[in-house]
């Protein structure tokens, strides 16, 4: 898949129909603004919208990954040892949970036949970074090293996420706390300063706002142990010298999400450094839309390019 660019102002973005129409219909709803919530009403707010599993799989249990919990996805039964994507949910460090991406673990691990460990990290402002990082970094190394138990092959490692989950990954690909072979990074957060165009273009009338998003990363930093401009918040920040050992990636961005900028600007920046990347932008999407395959085209092409790459990514074991 070639490395997209950036669109510029001159390029016209229209809303998908169907996003549009979803978007109408959140707003007739009138759910209250995530940042005019407390956290614990915010979630409750999140956990009533969680769709029903629309498929079944092979197998799915719980398992202690290393003092952290997680739920394991397994495909359907095989002589070869599938490969493992390690998965962090999105929700702003703040909300989501393992039912909240349910749905999406289902998808991938069906679509892809590799296996899914969902990881339940801590969220904040309970527990302010770096408490959910230290989280997912303890998970992955775990997952490594208990393969397995886990029945997954030690040497065909993936992680992955959406939003916050994908600025987890992305932070965990640098730590690289086990040998990871590819990173699915849906719309990340990359770069916490919220200073791109995007964020101005985007910053109402598309779910995720602007001020929501001030509202996720304040809780976030709560605690006062690092910034905006640390790379393990901003990923996009960190050196060349870390970056250009990154595993291979697919970026997932969406044309109508004040994230979308960082998560093009850092598909550049790896693909400078000579990283493998694809980068894919649903151009008339909104954040959120890859949670949505029961209801958006977009949602369902979206996983099926996520599995794919996955699948192609893992498909051969240790490079």
Not at 248 to 263: C, Q, Y
Request: net charge negative; glycine share 8%.
């Amino acid at each position: 898949m070639p490395l997209s660019q950036p669109l510029n102002q001159s390029q016209h973005r229209s809303l998908n129909w169907e996003a549009q129409t979803l978007l109408e219909l959140m707003e007739r709803i009138g759910a209250p603004a995530l940042d005019s919530q407390e956290p614990a009403m915010a979630r409750a707010t999140r956990a009533e919208l969680a769709p029903e599993p629309t498929e079944d799989c092979h197998e799915i249990r719980f398992v202690d990954a290393g003092g952290v919990p997680a739920r394991l996805y397994l495909p359907t039964p095989t002589d070869t040892l599938p490969g493992l994507l390690v998965f962090f949910h999105g929700g702003g460090w703040v909300i989501g949970d393992l039912d909240s991406h349910d749905n999406i673990c289902r998808s991938l691990t069906n679509r892809s036949g590799q296996a899914v460990l969902s990881i339940d990290y801590r969220l904040a402002p309970e527990d302010p970074f770096p408490a959910g990082l230290g989280d997912c970094i303890q998970a992955t190394r775990w997952a490594h090293a208990n393969a397995a138990e886990l029945g997954v092959d030690p040497d065909r490692l993936a992680v992955g996420g959406d939003s916050a989950g994908a600025n987890f990954a992305a932070v965990v690909a640098h730590v690289a706390p086990a040998p990871i072979m590819f990173q699915l990074l849906v719309y990340p957060v990359t770069d916490c300063r919220m200073n791109t165009e995007s964020y101005e273009q985007n910053a109402e009338g598309y779910f995720l706002t602007k001020s929501s998003m001030q509202w996720f990363i304040d809780h976030y930093l709560a605690g006062e142990r690092g910034s905006a401009e640390d790379p393990r918040v901003s990923p996009l920040l960190v050196g060349d010298d870390v970056l250009a050992q990154s595993p291979p990636a697919l970026v997932i961005t969406a044309g109508f999400d004040p994230l979308r900028d960082e998560g093009v600007a850092y598909a550049n920046r790896m693909a400078a450094l000579g990283v493998k990347v694809s980068h894919v932008e649903f151009t008339g999407q909104f954040h959120g839309f890859f949670s949505l395959p029961h209801m958006l085209g977009d949602a369902r092409a979206a996983h099926a390019l996520a599995a794919e790459s996955l699948r192609l990514a893992l498909a051969s074991g240790r490079p």
